[in-house]
DNA sequence: CGGAAATTGTAACATATGTTACAGACCACC
DNA sequence: GGTGGTCTGTAACATATGTTACAATTTCCG
């Protein structure tokens, strides 16, 4: 059994296919295929192995009380299944994966997959760095929500960038993306920023920006 | 080399103290002893070592754009500093963190950390499951925060409890708590309540709410 | 039972943000 | 140099939420 795919996925980065390979053929694995529509994990089914998507594509839903359903997402090869909450507590699944083609899934126990990681360290390392990178990645998106006005999180963002120390910064994204970001409208991020350039706290040219009123700037991060 | 406090550390649960002394004995590791005031770890500071709390007590802290310090949380022994992101790729301290009291923080190397998991499986184990709860803690945080209005976190909310598909739970916290898991203030939280009653979408009898339409209900989670 | 403390319901008002729409500025490309 | 497309600034209006305050209700404990 070979598995070109993996070579690209984040989990088995540094080793060559043949390691792979071996790796995976030491525990007991399966792939299953999937029909197109076919579920593959029902949300709140406890987690028992990690599932890897080899070919096709899957899904992720929820179904709310009336029954609709509602995509929250598409996993793609050489993506895992819920990989992030995989060895928690209890852990079960978030969401409802079904099969938007056909496809093949790589299954391998949990307890399997610990061995892997135990006797490769790459594979260990891997994992450390994947789940630590999304741990970050919640914990940054969660800090900014923490700030309730949009001029609280524009300067906590402005304070984040490189070179915030010398009152001069660079904007690396447009309006239309710093907003999503944020998780607000873009108009309404444009009037933030219109509006504390008003009130001299920064000075706007292009996507260049100087902290004029440190002070300022600082009280809308403490609120 | 003693440490009784690491026993009700989640990261060495299930060991005894003597296998923890010598998993730990086994690799170099240091104590070092930060004065009250003194800090232990620079926000952006690379982050090379697992740091444990083992006495005393120390905050973690950002400093705002104007120098002033904005503490974040205490962390207490057994507690580790930054654990989540440790072994993210280049891994760096999001808040500086200074002693509240004298303290003593045990200081073992990446790389030592790694091996003692290879070495004991529970080690492993243990970590896994803190950052995989971690994880799966952030991921409900931020799914709320996803829904705008606070019928709609409500509903999800609802949808979440134990016996939703029989139309009828019970709440398990007061609306203090429930509005601060939201972050959203007590009165408002309430005044959706009501409305939401009065609106024919649920009927409430202190604790316990009824779903009276589930349609209606779907379509404040689906926005 | 009784009184204190926490919890909950409700109101009036201020404000931040979303929504929608449009016009000017910039940019790439022909 | 035009020309279409994206990005940005701005406006008027609707609305959700915060703020503050107080009364009603429940819970807790002596």
Redesign the interface.
Known sequence: MRFPVLHNSPLFRGLTESEIESLVAAVSFRVRFYHTGAVAALAGEQISSLMIVLSGSVRGEMS?????T?KIEDINPPQALAA??????G?RY?VTVTANSDSEILIINKEDY?AM??RD?RV??N???F??????F??D??RF??F?TIKGKF?HY??SLPG?ATGRVVIDRSQQELSEYF?VTRPSLARAIGEMEQEGLISVDRREVR?LN??G??AL??T
Do not use: W
Not at 84 to 89: H, I, K, N, P, R
Not at 131 to 136: R, S, W
């Open positions: 709310d009380l009336s029954g609709r509602i992030a909450v995989l060895f928690g507590d852990a978030p610990l990681m135990t360290r260990l390392s994992y450390l760095s789940i630590c990178g999304k741990a970050q919640l914990s998106r969660l929500h923490s309730h300067a402005l304070a915030a998780g902290f440190l002070k700037l600082s991060i403490g």
